[in-house]
Structures are given as C-alpha cells and as structure tokens.
C-alpha cells in the first residue's frame, strides 16, 4: 500500500526536495494534495506529474488563473482556507513546508486529524507550541520535525527515557557572517545575506540563518517537540554542518546525528518513519570532510539566540512576537527598506514592549501576531 | 534492589575503573565476587571493602598466601577454575574484565546461565563468536560491550531494524605511531609503543592499539556482536578519540556516540543499561577540543587490519589464529624479545601455515589457540 501524501508549499525549496524524494520511490508515496502560494507554473507541472485529486493555490487571482488553465480532473481550492481543505483524512502524512505562521491553522487541523505531520515549518511550533503539543496528545497525532537539527534530535532520542536526557545540542552553521563585528554587520548586503556557506534553503530561512534567529526558533521549537527547558538546550557553531545536533544523556554519553547538508536527508527520514529508506543522497565521507569544527557562538553580536531565550523564559505568547517581529524585520531586510543589523532592533523593541498573555488561545495568538505586524508596518 | 555484580579482573585497569563507577553508586551495586590474576595485596584491599562472598584468584601459590592473611568470612578459590567458579547464578551482571582466552570459559559459563555480561575482554568474541552467539540465543543471555566503539556500536543501534544498517565506522585513535612509516616502526621502543595518547589501559590493548590489531579485533568482535559481515565494517583514524563509534544506516543517516576518552562511561552503561545513570565522569566540551580529524588508515604499514578482515572473512579458526599469535607476539615485544614489526610477521606467518577449522567447538579453539602458542615457544 502506498502512502498517501498532502504536501503543503510544494513549489518552495523543500516542497521541491520532498517531491525529489518521492520520485526516488514512486512505489511507496502517492500525492494526495499540493499547495501553492503563488508559483503556478511549476504547480501546473507538478498536477501533470503527480496527478492529486485536489489542489491549493493561496493567492486568489492565481488561483482562478489555475482553475482556468486545468482540464477539470484536478480541483483546484483558492486562498488559505483553500490550502486547509486539501488536508484529508484519508491521508497518511500531511507534509508541511511553508513559511511562516500561515502553517498554524493547517498544523492545528492535521493534529486534530490524528495524522503524522512531516513538519518542515518552525513558525507554527515556536507561536503555538503549547496548544499544538496538547492536541496531539488528545488525538495521539504525530509529529516528525523535518528541520534538519530536530530531525537529528528525533533520531538520536527515540529509544532514550525522557528523564535521561541531560541537554540538547543544536548545532549551528554560524552562517555567512560567522565572525564578524556588530560594526561590520551594519553594512552587510541582501546578496551577502542570501549566501548560505552550505544549506540550499529558501530566502527567509536564509537569513534567519545569517541572524541566528533561525537558531533561536529552533531552540523555541526543540523545547516544546522535546520538552526539554531552555536551560537545557545550548547551542555551538559547527561549521560543516555535518553533525546535524546532539544529545547529551546524564551519563555524559552523547549521541549524535551526522550526513551530508541535504534537507533531503531529513525529508527521506520524515516519510518513513519509522523505517529507513534507500535515498540518492550522498553518503558522507568524514575522511573527505576533514575535520570538523566547534565555537561558541557569539551572542553579544548575534543578539537573536539570547531573544529567543528570553522569549521562551517567558513564555506566554512573548515568542508569537518574536516570530512575528522577525517575520516582518526580515521581510524588511529583503526589500532593502532596513540595515541587517536593525532586524535585531526592530525585535527587541517589540518585544520590549509586549505584555505577554499566557496560556494564549489560538485567536490570542493570531491577534498578536497581527498586532505585531500592523505595529511595524 | 540492588544489582548484584560478579567482577572478574577487579585488579586490573578496566576492574579497578568498574570499582569506581560502584563507588559512586554504592546504592545500586554490590559486590558478589571479584577475582584477580596474581596481584593480592589490592584484591586484599577491595575485599576488605566491597565484603565479597567469594573471590578467586588465577595464581595457585598467591592465591594460598591470600587464604592465610584473610579472616576466613571470604570464600578464596583458586587457579582458572577458581575464577569460574565465583560465577554465581544469584548475580544480575557478570562483569569480565580480564584480558585475553582466559575470558572464554567464564563466558561460556555466564551465557549458560542467561547472565547479563558486560564484556570488556575482545579475545572470547574474537575466537569463538559463533559458539557464543549461539549459546546466548538459546539461553537468553545478554551481552552489553565494554569496549568504547561496541558500546557506542550498541548505543547507536539499539531500535534500528537490523536491515537497516548500512555499515558500522570504527574509529581509531591511531595510536602513538600514526603517520609513522614501515622503515620508522622498526626501531619504536617498548616505552613509546605503551604511551597511548588518548585511553589509560592495560599494557596489552596499549601495545594493540599501536599496531592497530586493537582496532583489527574490534572489526571481528564487531561483526560478531552486531551480525555484520566484514564487508560493512570500517575504520577510520579519529586521532581526539571523541566519536568512539558509528553506524551508517540506508538512507545515509549516521548515529554516532561521542564523549570523553574514559573507559567508565562505557562502564556506567554497560552497568545501568537499559537505564542510564548519572556518573562522574567529565562532560564532553567540543568547544574546548575545538576541532576533530578523520583519516584514512594506512593499511599497508599497519598490517594488522588487513590480517583481521582476513580472518573474518576465512571464518572457522582463523581469528583464533591471529589472536593467539598476537598475543605471543605482544608478550614477546614486551620482553623485548623481538621487535614492534615483528609482531606483525609472526601473525602473518601463522595465519599462513594454518589450515582452519570450521564451526569449531569450545575444544577446537583451546586446542589451536595452544597450539599455535606452542608453536612460537
């Protein structure tokens, strides 16, 4: 029996490497539903290709511009209540790759569905982490985290007695601007921000990267899929990014995730589970690789993981804000309308100023978040 | 309840560690029986403080004198019966520590009697692996590895479907002469080839570590503990010994054990195991070690791998072979009898001139094993 697949933001950069991955095994995966935002082009080749029953596109004159183009046998769902439907019950695993907290909802309806979610968004988790993890509980849902450190986290925990663990390790590239100056960050360009030194990722993602606050969410995120404290999640600057994070046992005995930087490493690994599958990937060779190298990170310059700390110290719906703060910082950034470094500012002063609702809602959450971005617009 | 723990080898280096790792968990363990080879003044000790009922000593004449200095209230057995015999049936661990074919029949012994074994002694897998497997199937016995790569070995694959595993990376650190030439290893002293730059540990498994027949055993014992053939066993030289070991799964996902060069973590664990339990052992900063190395093995000076995949391919009593030839030929380097590449001829001369047996029986083994130590006499 094949498994059925509902992929959410299909024409992204990880939408794309799952579909590599499903190609490696036409046998195993079928495509249920694909999403869109906008990119129709490459969705109207991926219906050709995958044939599913019904799609998603969430800009709406897009989406009818789709509608029009189709011959009738694939629906075609309009905006994001569209991309909601094409969630199903029939469906083995709902595959969810799109930026941003526009993954809640759909993260929220899957859950409730008691399905696995390949989970390959960080906002949905570091807003909502705590309604997410209790629904999950109640409809013994399951979540495979596709980020390639929680990936590795995922792997190196699942025998291990929770109890047992000491910390975890998320490892970190440092990005392209490991080792500078706050100074030098002041006059770093988009371009400069985009080059990823080894993960081939989307722009926003990107340059959380070059920020760190893609580790800050990360370590929002790990502490609610793992229910680990924020004392008990540090970070180090690896470089290579060959060990993909770690976790230490209170034994001092540490395991460790390691392969090559291809996001299709997790992927393969999220729609198997809980086998493995024979992938293209390439297989590492450490002797090739070297070495590989350990900083601490500097967080006086990078300001984000001690934000992201703080946030989770808090807790309450103080993460909602920086996610949305950074959403919008780093939109900003892209459109060259702020410096690099005034994303950390535009972060600290909304955070700086919220007063965080605890045990949030849903609706709690959504408002903030709209809140935060009408606050910066 | 505590764990009842039967520690063959307690004077020697890995014995007087696994005494530590009790010492910090007087709770949870004690002490059956001990037993020592010819050193009575610390077994003296030991028993005046872990208050065993039995202990054994190997030395006929050392082990009479020990009978007279003590009170009576401890039983004193004697010779390699005597260290047999002091496996109880009433004990939770049998922990064998000792070093060489004299571990074979208290293995045999422990696994008849569907014993936890944690087993720091390579030369019982190495030579009759078949026969303990076998017998640990019928009798349901357990082995947890003490050796730093099993166990790591064992803790990276745990619940992984066996089929699943690609390949099994041993790491080595190298020993004191990585990067030396043939021509260089001529003229090493016994005192250079004793100083590992890594592990404290007994002056055989130092002197293995040095021409790489440690690393060369672990390939056989390996293949014998995880059921993977010689074909899917690598090496490669991680000269910080901080990865102990690795598994390479299907999809190209590697699990790897990391931690500090001490042998009581491994110890701790194979105590504890399936639980962990807090030690003291020093936590693993990679941002202090800063940095770790991979290398290919030089395979052409450091013969000893080449003659241990082998004889894990020949199968029957090959390994046998190249164990006792070994450690003739360590014995040999220690008295400065002969020198450190000689070790190598020797292995190679006998494995040459043997015609094996195969699916020998215990008796096999006991008998080759002397012969061939006659042989070199």
């Known amino acids: 029996m094949k498994k059925k697949v509902v992929l959410l933001g299909s024409t992204g950069s990880i939408g794309k490497q799952v579909l590599d991955v499903i190609d490696w095994n036409r046998d195993k995966y079928e495509i249920m539903g694909l999403s869109a935002n906008t990119n129709i082009e ?61 993954a809640l909802k759909p993260v929220i309806k899957s859950i409730k569905l008691g399905k ?6 960080k906002e949905a988790i570091v807003t909502a982490g705590g309604i997410i993890k209790k629904l999950q509980r109640e409809h013994n849902g399951e979540i495979i985290p596709v980020d390639s450190e929680h990936c590795a986290i995922f792997q190196c925990i699942r025998q291990e007695k929770q109890g047992n663990v000491e910390r975890l390790i998320l490892t970190a590239s440092g990005g392209p601007f490991f080792g500078k100056t706050t100074k030098e960050l002041m006059t770093v360009s988009v371009e400069e921000a985009l080059k990823h030194p080894n993960w081939s990722m989307g722009k926003k993602i990107t340059i959380d990267s070059a920020t760190l606050m893609n580790k800050g969410l990360e370590i929002i995120e790990a502490s609610w899929l793992f229910g680990v404290p924020w004392n008990k999640i540090d970070v180090v600057i690896h470089p290579q990014s060959i060990i993909h994070s770690m976790v230490e046992y209170i034994d001092k005995s540490i395991i460790a ?107 709690d959450i959504i408002n903030i978040d709209r809140q935060i971005r009408n606050n910066l617009l």
């Open 116 to 121: 696995r979610i390949a989970l390959a968004n």
């Open 257 to 363: 995730q390691l392969g090559v930087s291809d996001m299709r490493l997790p992927i393969s690994f999220a729609l198997g589970y809980p086998d493995r599958k024979i992938n293209r990937v390439k297989r590492l060779d450490l002797v090739e690789v070297g070495k590989l190298e350990f900083f601490k990170p500097d967080r006086t310059t990078f300001k984000a993981l001690d934000y992201a700390y703080k946030a989770l110290q808090i807790g309450g719906t103080m993460p909602t804000v920086l996610n949305a703060a950074n959403e919008v910082a780093v939109d900003l950034f892209l459109k060259r309308k702020i410096k690099f470094t005034e994303i950390y500012e535009i972060i600290e002063g909304q955070m700086k100023r919220h007063v965080p609702v605890f045990n949030p809602s849903i609706e």
């Open 42 to 102: 490459l969705l109207r080749q991926q219906i050709h290709k995958y044939r599913p029953e019904k799609v998603a596109v969430v800009d709406e004159s897009k989406g009818r511009k789709l509608k029009r183009l189709l011959d009738g046998k694939t629906e075609v769902l309009i905006g994001n209540e569209g991309m909601e439907d094409i969630i199903d019950e029939r469906a083995d695993i709902i595959f969810i790759s799109v930026v941003g907290i526009t």
